[in-house]
């Protein structure tokens, strides 16, 4: 742009109209406007932010120019004025002036109107949303010091490779600037123009880059693919690998947890999660379950600390455990939204003690998840959707570590029995205690699934049964308790507790009946219709708005008899009830209902978070 000479001559002339009185009083307005950049400038320091004004040739270079375009004349917000193309150094980011050399004419420009409306247009530049001063720089520091919200100005538009951030700082333009490179090298901006692949951390693009490179390098191997170019590959790895893993970090709704992150920047903490977890529990996770899991554990707003420190998730049973009913109705939820598009029990949680080189609670308990996997599976049709996966986890509660050998069979024999039923599986093996391990890794998992007989095995220094099926309370999942022999779990009673909620176990209940295609019948007692408060109505509504039909048995007391003798007199494969929280679940103590599990009740029970 070349300035406009007949400014000047404006400005003198109305400069000779104004009195000197003008002159002086304008120049006080500019010592004020100095002292307020000093001022800003002393707060920006502290707050850790950057004051200068963005330099046009900067920004144009690092962000790839493709373009110009003339908008001609039109007003333009004042605040959205970020930068020059030759003054950078004169004023500050709101325009403020920065040195004494500028007062006479800062002031001349004031004098010649005292509203800066009333002058010429400004030349600027726009770039995204942002705009950059050619000629008018002394106006729109006038404009800014009056409140001035639009001026009017002349506009090129410049096209560039990467956007602008919106009220962008010098240190943003690196990241642009990569985010330029990344999109050169890659033409991704070319070849998926939708797609938005900006991150908020510098230097993590040229990880994309290596994304990139693997997943071109597994195609190449596999003979599926041979990319002849770098665009290529990228094509393959966004459409491949990147954007299943958004797409379902949007379905989820997992960024609004996260408003100082990209799509991008939860794609790569996913990835790298799925290393470190596959690493640290020798088990391979889906990025499914890891969206689905960890950052429901995570919660709103933790990223700085726990996107860092992810192995914290794992490392501390102690928080977990205080979370609690949060975890729990955490986990309804999330299950609720997803139970149309996706398995309910994608990732099973095998658990079995290993002691002196011998299984307690294995067998019972595979033969059990088996099942679930199995049926869990069947619900894809002909979906390219994966199969549900058991977790396996052998603890040994030992001082001493497990004889490698003997380590390497367990595992050999739990993968291969998964293999022989077509469900895949892998097992960890972990020292300590064993409800605490169970709790650590039920955050990456959907159900647990235990042999009665690893309850009652009394490891946990004078803890028995009781005890320990109470601590699995905190897990916050489903827990399965394997009964006498393997079920198919097709013929389902439901057990409701006068004075119990009911929301989990009727949500899991009624799913089994409508996916598994499962026959269901609910067991309530005298108690719930004396509340008057239409409890066993509302379950029929619920069963009715998914169209499952289940009777309705009424006892006069909801005892653990009562549930074992309606269980066998239906030929009930399941029941389905929820944790001990009083002792008013099943029978009337704790101790009742341990006993009901493992001396009485022959079926697997489900107990509901």
């Given at each position: 742009?070349i300035?406009?000479?007949?400014n000047l001559?404006a400005?003198?002339?109305r400069?000779?109209q104004?009195?000197?009185?003008d ?10 406007a100095?002292?307020r950049?000093?001022?800003?400038h002393?707060?920006g ?5 950057s004051?200068?004004?963005l330099?046009?040739?900067?920004v144009?270079q690092?962000l790839k120019?493709t373009?110009r375009h003339?908008l ?10 970020v ?5 950078t ?7 403020l ?9 800062w002031?001349?420009?004031k004098?010649?109107?005292?509203d ?8 600027v ?16 520091s ?5 409140g001035v919200e639009?001026?009017?100005a ?7 490779r990467a956007p602008l ?11 642009a ?9 890659t033409?991704?901006d ?6 938005d692949?900006?991150?908020s951390v510098?230097?993590?693009h040229k990880?994309?880059e290596?994304?990139?490179a693997?997943h071109?390098c ?8 041979i990319?002849?170019?770098?665009p290529?590959a990228a ?6 690998a990147y954007l ?11 960024l609004r947890?996260?408003?100082v ?9 996913i ?5 470190e977890l596959?690493?640290e529990?020798?088990?391979s996770?889906?990025?499914a379950?890891v969206?689905?899991?960890?950052a429901?554990?995570i919660?709103?707003?933790?990223w ?8 914290q ?10 979370k ?5 109705s955490?986990w ?6 997803n ?5 309910l ?7 079995f003690?290993w002691q002196a080189?011998q ?6 308990a595979?033969s059990q ?17 994966e199969?549900?996966?058991l977790?396996?986890?052998a ?5 001493r570590?497990?004889d490698?050998?003997a ?8 993968e291969?029995?998964?293999r ?6 892998a097992l ?9 391990k169970?709790s650590e890794r039920?955050?990456i998992s ?7 007989r690893?309850?009652?095995a009394?490891?946990?220094?004078g803890k ?11 897990a916050?999942?489903?827990v399965?308790?394997a009964?006498q022999?393997t079920s198919?779990l ?7 507790d006068?004075g119990?909620?009911i929301g989990t176990?009727l ?5 089994l009946?409508?996916r598994w ?12 219709e004396?509340n008057?408060?239409?409890q ?7 069963l009715?708005?998914?169209e499952?039909e ?7 007391e909801?005892?653990?008899?009562v549930?074992?003798?309606?269980a066998?007199a239906?030929k009930?494969d ?11 679940i099943?029978?009337?103590?704790p ?6 599990l493992?001396?009485i ?7 509901c978070p």
């Amino acid at each position: 742009m070349i300035g406009n000479t007949s400014n000047l001559s404006a400005y003198g002339q109305r400069e000779g109209q104004r009195s000197d009185g003008d002159f002086v009083l304008a120049l006080d307005d500019f010592r004020r406007a100095r002292k307020r950049a000093a001022v800003s400038h002393v707060l920006g320091r502290l707050r850790g932010q950057s004051l200068e004004l963005l330099s046009f040739r900067e920004v144009t270079q690092k962000l790839k120019e493709t373009g110009r375009h003339d908008l001609g004349v039109r007003d333009i917000p004042v605040k959205a004025i970020v930068g020059s193309v030759g003054r950078t150094t004169d004023f500050d980011r709101d325009f403020l002036p920065l040195h004494k050399r500028d007062a006479q004419r800062w002031a001349r420009v004031k004098v010649a109107s005292m509203d800066v409306k009333e002058l010429p247009p400004i030349e600027v530049y726009k770039i995204g949303e942002s705009y950059f001063v050619s000629d008018g720089n002394h106006r729109v520091s006038i404009a800014r010091e009056q409140g001035v919200e639009t001026m009017s100005a002349s506009v090129i538009e410049v096209q560039t490779r990467a956007p602008l951030p919106v009220d962008a700082q010098p240190d943003d333009l690196i990241l642009a600037a990569e985010y330029a490179d990344f999109l050169e090298y890659t033409q991704l901006d070319k070849l998926r123009p939708e797609a938005d692949l900006r991150l908020s951390v510098p230097g993590q693009h040229k990880e994309l880059e290596n994304h990139i490179a693997v997943h071109r390098c597994y195609l190449e191997a596999d003979q599926v693919k041979i990319c002849r170019t770098t665009p290529e590959a990228a094509r393959y790895w966004y459409d491949e690998a990147y954007l299943p893993v958004v797409e379902t970090i949007r379905e989820r709704g997992i960024l609004r947890d996260f408003p100082v992150c990209t799509e991008t920047d939860l794609y790569l903490w996913i990835i790298e999660n799925q290393e470190e977890l596959r690493d640290e529990l020798g088990w391979s996770i889906d990025s499914a379950s890891v969206i689905g899991n960890l950052a429901d554990e995570i919660g709103r707003g933790a990223w700085p600390l726990y996107l860092r420190q992810p192995k914290q998730l794992l490392s501390s049973p102690k928080s977990v455990m205080q979370k609690g009913r949060k975890r729990q109705s955490k986990w309804m939820q999330q299950r609720f939204l997803n139970r149309y598009s996706q398995y309910l029990f994608n990732d099973i949680l095998v658990p079995f003690s290993w002691q002196a080189g011998q299984t307690t609670g294995l067998q019972g308990a595979l033969s059990q998840a088996l099942i679930v996997a199995l049926q869990e599976s069947r619900q894809s049709g002909e979906s390219d959707q994966e199969g549900a996966q058991l977790l396996g986890l052998a603890i040994s509660e030992e001082a001493r570590p497990p004889d490698e050998a003997a380590a390497q069979m367990i595992r050999e024999t739990f993968e291969n029995s998964c293999r022989e039923a077509g469900v895949d599986g892998a097992l960890a093996i972990e020292e300590g205690n064993a409800i605490g391990k169970i709790s650590e890794r039920a955050i990456i998992s959907d159900l647990i699934v235990l042999d009665r007989r690893f309850l009652s095995a009394n490891h946990d220094h004078g803890k028995g049964t009781p005890d320990r099926l109470r601590s699995l309370k905190q897990a916050g999942r489903p827990v399965l308790l394997a009964g006498q022999a393997t079920s198919p779990l097709k013929h389902i009673l439901l057990a409701l507790d006068g004075g119990t909620e009911i929301g989990t176990t009727l949500f899991l209940a009624t799913y089994l009946a409508e996916r598994w295609g499962s026959q269901l019948i609910v067991l309530s007692d005298r108690k719930r219709e004396r509340n008057g408060d239409g409890q066993n109505d509302r379950v029929q509504q619920y069963l009715t708005l998914h169209e499952v039909e289940a009777p309705l048995l009424i006892a006069d007391e909801l005892k653990a008899s009562v549930i074992v003798e309606t269980a066998d007199a239906q030929k009930c494969d399941l029941i389905v009830s929820n944790w001990p929280a009083t002792g008013r679940i099943i029978g009337r103590t704790p101790s009742e209902l341990i006993e009901l599990l493992i001396d009485i009740c022959q079926q697997p029970v489900l107990i509901c978070p």
